[in-house]
């Protein structure tokens, strides 16, 4: 019982979401979540404004149903999977958030202080996500990637293009753990 | 429906992302901050076990379930459009805590800011599909 109570370790998740990418390669489709965004909003109309969207979403039907699959996997796994939220944080992390401001840190996925029911409905915090989202739906698509996309599915066939991706994910990702949120917070 | 593989190994995922804690908000602030293993552990074991694969792939002893050679999509090429929008993209992920797949994972976790994230995540698509061809590659 304790491998579904307790959280797992690195080396069981890297190798699973290798086996992820092995599955979804073995289906005959090719891994990554990102140009799912694209999808949506040609599903949604966009082809309206923009013939970049004009493409037959049906084509597409599998990785929709993987996002389907993605949001009935969060709901099974934060009612049933997680019993309690506590991260074993880097103690280091721990004091530097809590310095911010960050109260409860490491005992929730997600900080109050970005997901809380009160934040979301402050400007602020509603605008904190929407920009966030905006980043990630726009920086995906013009870079032609996420994580699975080009961090895993590029690097590991050796794709310069990936490289690149990656290095500028850290570099958003360093301005934005080093210098925004310290303003933010 | 013989595409109903791909939900079951969507809901898979989901559940892998979940219980090794990489939709996390506190695990990315903390691997951007280079204050842990954990996330470069899973990124990084995930890269090298499927570099393995691809090798597999390759040499064709891995095929697909229709008996056919797999070939991972070449990803397209552009200094300037990797390198700023992967940028882009790591700014919104250090800030939201969320990847592309998590976007949707976390809808079962927080499903108003999830919301909004993904809302924000189409705009941002939308964005991108009508400057497309004026951006610099």
């Not at chain 1, 579904?4 to 990418?21: C, D, K, T």
């Not at chain 1, 994580?147 to 360093?174: C, D, E, K, N, R």
């Not at chain 2, 300037?80 to 998590?102: H, M, Q, V, Y």
């Amino acid at each position: 019982m304790d491998f579904i109570s307790q959280p797992w370790p690195w080396y069981v998740g890297g190798p699973l979401i290798a086996i992820s990418l092995l599955l979804y390669f073995y289906f005959g489709q090719n891994f990554g979540a990102s140009k799912n965004f694209e999808t949506l909003c040609t599903m949604a109309g966009a082809a309206k404004f923009s013939d970049y969207f004009k493409k037959d979403w049906k084509e597409r039907d599998f990785a929709l149903l993987f996002v389907v699959g993605l949001i009935i996997g969060g709901f099974i796994s934060a009612a049933y999977l997680i019993p309690n939220q506590n991260i074993d944080l880097n103690p280091n992390t721990a004091q530097e958030l809590t310095d911010l401001g960050f109260s409860n840190v490491g005992r929730q996925y997600f900080p109050d202080e970005i997901f809380g029911e009160d934040v979301v409905s402050s400007l602020k915090g509603f605008l904190i996500l929407l920009v966030s989202g905006l980043l990630i739906g726009f920086g995906t698509r013009y870079a032609g990637g996420c994580t699975s996309g080009h961090a895993i599915t590029g690097l590991s066939s050796l794709q310069l293009p990936s490289l690149l991706a990656v290095i500028g994910f850290f570099i958003g990702g360093i301005i934005a753990t080093w210098f925004i949120i310290p303003i933010l917070f | 429906m013989k595409n109903i593989k791909f939900l079951i190994l969507g809901i898979f995922f989901a559940i892998v992302l979940s219980k090794t804690e990489a939709i996390s908000w506190y695990r990315f602030y903390e691997m951007f901050k280079f204050q842990s293993f954990h996330m470069f552990g899973i990124i990084g074991g995930a890269v090298l076990i499927s570099m393995v694969f691809m090798q597999l792939f390759k040499s064709g002893k891995i095929k697909d379930i229709n008996g056919n050679k797999i070939y991972p999509e070449q990803k397209k090429k552009g200094f300037i459009s990797t390198i700023l929008g992967g940028t882009f993209f790591g700014l919104g992920w250090g800030i939201s805590g969320a990847c592309a797949a998590p976007v949707f994972v976390i809808l079962g976790f927080k499903l108003i800011p999830a919301l909004i994230l993904l809302a924000g995540a189409l705009l941002g698509a939308f964005i991108y599909g009508i400057l497309s061809k004026k951006l610099p590659n």
